[in-house]
């Protein structure tokens, strides 16, 4: 609830989370503040070590923290193919990218991260 209040209270323009329980919880406060365009930044699949129900739920985690979001970064390209077929479920208006890539991929797609940064947000400086 506090990060909620505290996404409602700033409005901002762009959010960007990352680990499994801040971006379950950070991409879940920013869509339901409406915040234009969020990304989550998946650095890595803690739940491949994992068995049983915690990995049940860590899989779950990172599937709606990536529906959350309107772009997901992935830490490399071997990572974005392990978690593209089984963890992230490519939708449409969701793009999934290497962070290697995300730059250039960013400007040449039609993203809300994008239409934010072309706005000569405060937020534009990250997406050059």
């Known amino acids: 609830m506090r990060l909620w209040r505290l996404l409602y209270r700033l409005k901002p323009e762009m959010t960007e989370f990352s680990t499994p329980k801040a971006g379950l919880l950070g991409s879940i406060a920013a869509m339901l503040c409406g915040v234009p365009a969020r990304v989550y930044f ?9 068995t049983g129900v915690k990995r049940r739920i860590l899989l779950v985690a990172e599937r709606l923290a990536a529906a959350c979001s309107h772009v997901v970064l ?3 390209d071997s990572l974005r193919n392990q978690a593209l077929p089984w963890v992230l479920r490519p939708r449409p208006g969701c793009a999934c990218w290497a962070a290697e890539a995300a730059t250039e991929l960013m400007w040449s797609a039609s993203t809300p991260v994008r239409a934010v940064c072309e706005r000569g947000s405060v937020f534009r400086q990250m997406c050059l």
């Not at 998946?42 to 994992?50: A, I, N, P, S, W």
């Open 74 to 76: 992935c830490n490399s």
């Open 42 to 50: 998946l650095r890595g699949l803690k739940l491949e070590t994992c």
